[in-house]
């Protein structure tokens, strides 16, 4: 396999990520599964080997993860709207957020690549660790039940919800919307004033948010900075998140 790292070492570095989960699988080929990429599945089948990737997975992963912390942003706030609870969601399992987490448990050094992928930038990549943590998630899932899935998933959460409310971001549209855009690298963000009218004591701001010069959002306020709020609170809908009036 010349640089490639040897199946006894990968076996050691699955070892060692069940023991970061606090999990030990009972049927270690979904975890072998959650972790294979794409890239080497294919690279696979050209030499007639067949592997399953972590697609499937990926997809029943995802579900998991969003009903884990529906179900505790929902306990944790009895009081918010839907709206309210739907940013929260959407802070903690957005695609940057996943890949944090998969960061976190070292998953990128126990990845399957095939060659093309299987270089430090490869095993770093958003996309790759973000799925890579769903798909584990759904392996858990599948081998112990929705408990096991919660024990690994809401310590993450927890985090980032406690994060994001001690930042006072949780009813800032500015920075929640914010924070999406810099998830895609070269977007570029801006509150664009448009009209301000009435007496100067009494002025209304009119402001559009652009993304790429693209309107994605219009907002009108007593002050530039409320104007600009209710633009990202629109624009949020462009990345549908529901954003109803706050209670």
Known sequence: MNDRISEQHHEHLLEELQGRL????QN??????ALTHSSYQNEMKSRGLHYQCNERLEFLGDSVISLIT????????PQDNEGDLSKLRSLAVRDIALSEYARELGMGACLYLGKGEDHPEGRDRKSTLENAFEALIGAIYLDGGLQEAKKVVLPFVEKKVNATE????????????QQIVQMEQGERLEYVPVAEYGPDHCKTFEVEAQLNSNVIGRGVGSSKRMAEQQAAKMALGYFGISCQEDA
């Open 22 to 25: 606090g999990y030990q699988f």
């Open 28 to 33: 270690k080929e979904l975890l072998r599964t």
């Open 70 to 77: 529906a179900h505790y942003i929902y306990d944790r706030y």
């Open 166 to 177: 001690k930042r006072g971001e949780k009813r800032d549209y500015k920075t929640i919307l």
